[in-house]
């Protein structure tokens, strides 16, 4: 059974499409209809449901914005439903509902599954579900770079696995590379670091601070250069305290306490309330005879000595002449310190560092020459069979004298890796140059598809490499606009009869010009404007019967009611039931 990835598509205010609804069957479905009527329209409404780029120009004049919404039929178990399942969407019996709105401002909004999402998730979801082909994908295809991602596409385990290696190990040595390159073209710079960094280790290491020392200092400064002002306060207060013994007459506060607690203890036994009383100004008592021996023991070990004022000063000057240079305190310049030791020691480490660099430089090189070289032997197998299976199908698109082949080359590098005893340039997906090659006929020189292909025989040889693509690695879906470009007579009736054939194993949704093509679709669309220029919901619709003779008919002769036309229609039709 072939299964049928896109159901049914509504389009809104796209271009010239008003309010239309496309309705997609499994098999081949042809969307046919005059020059400038919109069919180009269907093509990029799926594309913008499957993650293409949002473009302003698209909205419709006149309108807000456009919407594009779809049913998307997705395999059970299949890594699309697992990611769309992350990203929160719901399935309604197997399907995912899809929606796509492009602001007249450019700004574009996704909604899967009733959640709204990233447009890139619907990008995800597509490179597993549906191929696209434009004409642009033609000229893609011309690129060098397209062709050798085809043919490593084609070839499967074989190249992606020494690819996936290549590419860790391309990455390691662009970053070792990039260290070595820092480490030596800043030595210089980084010498003179290490010098200053010494230089400033060593002014610290010659003044050994201490943590905290630079707190003590200052307040042992401030007591030195106060000392007899302290002494004198101290005897001041250890006189009010304790008495004067050069005045033993004198009143002081341990007398006047001593002579209120007597005076007390005389009645405390009357009143429990005075009792409590007289044992405060016990206590008190106490606190004054301790105050006041400590009052006196620090005024006989206060310091005055100036020499001791002077040592500390100057032991200042050198911890501020630290400061100023490396902290705002010695625990600052304490970290500074300790900072640029490890610091130093990694500047100074930078020629063991760079031998290892460069050995292990040395190594990935190496490494990655085998890694390409394992990488071109895989592509030249694949190769091969890739252009003989193109060049069996563009025997059947017309083309029976046509061969296709591959040009696999390097470029000569001295600062590239060595590959077979040469040393060529390398990059990110190894060291190959991948060309394809095109002799449309005996005799003729294989010659790049880009030189050597008209418009028609490239379409035919894209649409032969997605053939051979559906063969190996297949996707349920895909849609080709008008890949039949350039082509016409035999080569597009043999077009249409291998888009039949694609469509046994696939849906296939075809934009087409010609009638051999759509002639072997199982279904027709037509997309016709009304009089006023838009498409509407009667403006696309499936052809049957008598009216797809009619459009086949215009497509063939620009007549409807041609009898000549009409008849050749009809033999259109009925060949491409006898073919497929």
Do not use: C
Request: aromatic residues 2%.
């Amino acid at each position: 059974m072939v299964w049928r990835v896109l159901e049914e598509m509504r389009i809104r205010s796209l271009g010239v499409i008003d309010d239309a609804v496309v309705e997609l069957s499994p098999g081949f479905t042809a969307v046919t209809g005059e020059t400038g009527a919109g069919k180009t329209m269907v093509v990029t409404s799926l594309g913008l449901l499957l993650g293409g780029r949002a473009d302003a120009a698209l909205v419709r004049i006149g309108a807000r914005n456009a919407v594009v919404e779809g049913r998307i039929a997705v395999p059970e178990g299949s890594p699309a439903v697992v990611r769309a399942e992350e990203a929160g969407a719901e399935l309604d019996e197997g399907t995912l509902l899809v929606s796509r709105t492009v602001s007249a401002e450019g700004r574009s909004r996704a909604h899967l599954g009733g959640r709204s999402v990233p447009v890139g998730l619907l990008a995800e979801l597509a490179d597993d579900l549906v191929a696209v082909h434009g004409q642009s994908d033609q000229q893609g295809l011309l690129k060098l770079s397209r062709q050798r991602q085809a043919l490593d596409r084609y070839a499967g385990y074989a190249v992606a696995v020494p690819l996936g290696a290549y590419a860790e190990a391309y990455k390691r040595l662009r970053a070792v590379t990039a260290e070595l390159e820092e480490i030596t073209t800043r030595a210089r710079e980084r010498a003179q670091e290490a010098d200053m960094l010494r230089f400033g280790l060593e002014e610290i290491a010659a003044v050994e601070p201490r943590a905290g020392e630079d707190t003590e200092l200052a307040e042992e400064a401030e007591r030195l250069g106060h000392a007899e002002a302290l002494r004198s306060a101290a005897a001041v207060a250890h006189a009010a305290l304790a008495g004067n013994l050069e005045d033993p007459e004198g009143v002081d506060a341990g007398t006047l306490v001593a002579g209120a607690q007597r005076a007390l203890d005389a009645v405390r036994a009357h009143d429990p309330a005075l009792a409590a009383l007289t044992d405060r100004i016990g206590e008190i008592g106490i606190l004054l005879r301790d105050v006041a021996g400590e009052l006196a023991g620090y005024a006989d070990d206060l310091d005055a000595d100036p020499l001791r004022l002077a040592a500390v000063e100057e032991r200042r000057a050198a911890l501020n002449g630290l400061t100023r240079k490396y902290g705002e305190d010695v625990a600052e310049v304490l970290a500074w310190a300790e900072r640029s030791a490890a610091r130093l020691t990694e500047l100074e480490g930078d020629d063991e560092r760079i031998g290892e660099l460069t050995a292990e430089r040395d190594a990935l090189r190496a490494e990655l020459g085998a890694l390409a070289q394992e990488l071109s032997e895989a592509r030249a197998e694949a190769a091969e069979r890739f252009a003989a299976a193109v060049t069996e199908e563009l025997a059947s698109l017309a083309m029976p004298h046509a061969r296709v082949s591959f040009d696999i080359r390097q470029t000569e590098d001295p600062d590239g890796v060595e590959v077979n005893g040469r040393t060529v340039a390398y990059g990110p997906s190894g060291v190959d140059e991948v060309e394809l090659l095109l002799a449309p006929h005996p005799g003729a020189p294989p010659r790049p598809i880009a030189k050597g292909a008209s418009g028609g025989e490239l379409s035919r040889v894209m649409l032969a490499v997605e053939v051979v693509f559906a063969g190996t690695d297949p996707v349920p879906t895909y849609l080709f606009d008008e890949v039949d470009a350039g082509v016409g007579g035999k080569a597009a009736v043999e077009i249409g009869r291998r888009l039949a054939r694609l469509a046994k194993k696939a849906q296939v949704v075809v934009v087409t010009h010609l009638p051999q093509v759509a002639a072997f679709a199982d279904r027709q669309l037509l997309v016709e404007k009304t009089s006023d220029g838009s498409v509407t919901r009667s403006g696309v619709k499936v052809l049957e019967g008598e009216d797809r003779v009619r459009e086949l008919s215009r497509m063939l002769a620009g007549q409807e009611d041609s009898e000549t036309a009409r008849a050749h229609a009809e033999e259109l039709l009925a060949a491409a039931r006898v073919d497929v």
